[in-house]
Structure formats: C-alpha cells, structure tokens
C-alpha cells in the first residue's frame, strides 16, 4: 500500500444514488428486505470497489488484499436518485511483520449536510510471497 | 444479547456475486476467476466482503426494521466462497455468521436506536 497517503483526504465528491445500482443491489441480495436493506449499503463506498477513487490512492494490489472488516453508522438511509457528498479519509495506515493494514472512513452527506450514513473499513494487505 | 433468530441463508450464487459486482463496481478478477483464486492459494473464487457483510445487515433489516438499526461493526474472519451454506444468528456481541461445518466467518456488534447508550 501506499503509505504517504496515510491521514489524507483520497476522495471528496458528489454522486448520485443510481437507480440501476440499488436494483444489482438488491439482486445481489435476493431477498424480501433486498430493497430496503440496499439504501443502507451504498455501492460507491470505500469498499474494495471504485478502483479509481480508493483502490489506486491507496496503491492496493488485489491479489494480495483482502477487507477485514466493515462497520456502519446510519442516520437514514439512501433515497433513490439523491446527490450525496462523499467523503473518504486514510485515517490509519501500518504495517505488521510484512501486513499491511488500512483504517478508511467514508462519511456520506445530503444536498444540505444532512448526515447520512458514516463507514468504517478496514483493508489488509499480506506481503508479497 | 441481539434478538435475531437463527437464519440460515440461501448459498450465496455466482450469479448474485455477479450483480454486486455490477453495483459496486468490483470485478477484481479474486472474485470470478477460479484459476487467479487458486493461485492467490484460495480454493475458490471468494465472496465480496461487503457482500457477506451486507447479506447480515438484510438479516437485521428482516428482522429488526430499517428503522431499528444505528450501528453494525462487522469483522470478516474467514473467505466465503461460492455455494456456501451461511447461518446467521444472535449472539452476546451482537450477531456471528459460520458456515455448515461450524468455522465463523464474521462477527458483529450490533446497536440498535433503542439501545445506544448515548443521552
């Protein structure tokens, strides 16, 4: 991993809440709740996805990475079709023996600041072989 | 302890890993190509982690209500693999999700609005 990107902003910007998305969401799901459940998980969160936004700034080589953890923090869910600000923060990067280890928060704001939904991530990296 | 009832649920398929891919937009090759799973030393393709993750929050959003839910710290212990078969339920913590011959993959702590202990 890319270890100079540690305490730093990686992305700050606007997305929409994508019809489509939320409906693969909810079909990756394939349940009753799947609808519902969808407007909880966002699809543009720094997860292991968006490999221009998080992927690339945090220099992460998929072969070798894996996510060791999620947590969330709801204030409402998503609505269909609505602007957030996205915000995602290295907020910890180290290295154990030859692991590495990421702590990633991503805050998710409405059109006026409301707070919608705050992540945690945790990214692990195992040396190479 | 969480109240959530056991929930077994139906084995995650290659297709559904396929539209959270779609969703997420993660087509890290780890995920649906066999050969580049077993030469990462993986059996199998493997489950997102967010996807696991996000199959627990449906359990709680089933039987809890999204209204319920202010809080979930899941820790991913184990790979998922295509096909296997995952049981979710309650536990001191929160909630755990092991497969069918026992290991754990994930762990939680669950808050519920009616139980966070902020004024």
Do not use: C
């Not at chain 1, 957030?84 to 154990?96: G, I, T």
Request: negative net charge.
């Amino acid at each position: 991993m890319n270890v100079a990107v540690a305490g730093q902003k990686i992305v700050d910007t606007e997305v929409v809440v994508d019809p489509a998305k939320v409906v693969h969401l909810s079909e990756a799901l394939g349940t009753d709740s799947a609808p519902d459940t969808a407007l909880l998980i966002p699809f543009f969160a720094a997860t292991a996805a968006g490999q221009d936004s998080v992927v690339g700034p945090l220099g992460l080589d998929l072969s070798r990475a894996l996510q060791g953890g999620q947590a969330f923090e709801w204030h409402r869910p998503f609505r269909v079709g609505e602007t957030v600000h996205l915000q995602v923060v290295v907020a910890d990067l180290y290295e154990k023996r030859s692991t590495q280890v990421a702590t990633v928060l991503a805050e998710f704001r409405g059109a006026d600041g409301d707070l919608i939904q705050r992540q945690r991530i945790l990214f692990i990296e195992r040396g190479e072989p | 302890m969480t109240d959530i009832a056991p929930t077994k649920l139906a084995p995650i398929t290659r297709d559904q890993i396929q539209s959270y891919a779609e969703a997420v937009g993660d087509f890290n090759p780890v995920h649906f190509d066999v050969d580049f799973a077993k030469a990462a030393g993986l059996p199998d393709t493997v489950v997102h982690g967010p996807l696991t993750v996000a199959k627990i929050t449906d359990v709680l959003v089933a039987q809890l209500g999204v209204e319920a839910l202010l809080n979930i710290d899941v820790r991913l212990r184990a790979p998922v693999h295509p096909g296997d078969e995952l049981t979710v339920e309650g536990a001191e913590y929160g909630v755990s999700v092991r497969k069918a011959d026992g290991t754990v993959v994930a762990t939680g702590v669950v808050i519920t609005r009616e139980a966070d202990p902020r004024p």
